[in-house]
């Protein structure tokens, strides 16, 4: 079974601009989460999706946003970048979400200059 | 105070010590307790989690949750440097739909050879 791909791995933008990162699930998976990790914060929860709707969402600002296909893919949008946005985004698949395992992907690695 | 808080590192360590890994938290919601294990250049990946007070092992992993004190640890015996990764851990309250993942800064392990 193939695991969690992200798209792209790494990205280089400008303060100002937007962006959006995609994340495909383990088959069969319908619950995503997306999570932004930094040195200084850790691993920090951004949103849950679960059959194309946000069901929980962590403490962001409202630049950053999400959505699901019906297909379970999802992606992640970042309007107006900041240099505090730098960072690596991860998502992470479950069967239903709330189960005890997640599995991530790699992750994407977005540098804001 | 954040919910979870976890030893802060690096930490180095010679081949074949035992590693004694801990976080503190202040949610008395949180049911799921969780290991993660976090190679550079990847994602989180799950090793081991527990719902109840007490040890779990795995192999040289032992995960021991105290709820009354609020502490979780891992201790990796016989440490090898294929161990040497960033270790989170992690929680989860159980409220179904609305649970979500909140993890600890995470500690950078290093295994000399």
């Known amino acids: 079974k193939a695991g969690v791909t992200q798209t792209p791995r790494y990205l280089i933008k400008t303060r100002g601009q937007q962006v959006t990162l995609s994340c495909s699930p383990i088959?069969?998976?319908?619950?995503v989460s997306w999570y932004q990790q930094t040195p200084g914060q850790g691993l920090q929860f951004l949103f849950e999706?679960?059959?194309?709707?946000?069901?929980n969402k962590g403490n962001f600002p409202g630049r950053f946003s999400g959505r699901q296909f019906s297909n379970s893919r999802s992606e992640m949008n970042v309007s107006t970048l900041e240099l505090g946005d730098s960072a690596l985004y991860l998502c992470?698949?479950?069967?239903?979400?709330?189960?005890?395992?997640?599995?991530f992907g790699p992750g994407t690695r977005l540098t804001v200059l | 105070q954040k919910e979870v808080e976890q030893d802060p590192g690096p930490l180095s360590v010679p081949e074949g010590a035992i590693v004694s890994l801990n976080c503190t938290y202040s949610?008395?919601?949180?049911?799921?307790f969780m290991w993660y294990r976090q190679y550079s250049r990847k994602g989180p990946e799950l090793l081991m989690y527990t719902y109840s007070s007490g040890n779990k092992e795995d192999g040289r992993f032992t995960a021991q949750v105290d709820k009354s004190s609020k502490y979780i640890s891992l201790f990796i015996r016989d440490s090898q440097p294929s161990d040497s990764a960033t270790y989170l851990c992690?929680?989860?309250?159980?409220?179904?739909?609305?649970?979500?993942?909140?993890f600890g800064k995470g500690i950078t392990l290093s295994v000399r050879p």
């Open positions: 949610n008395s919601a949180f049911q799921y």
């Open positions: 999706y679960f059959s194309e709707t946000q069901r």
């Open positions: 992470a698949s479950s069967p239903s979400g709330g189960e005890s395992e997640q599995f």
């Open positions: 992690a929680m989860r309250t159980f409220t179904g739909a609305n649970s979500k993942l909140t």
């Open positions: 088959s069969g998976h319908r619950s």
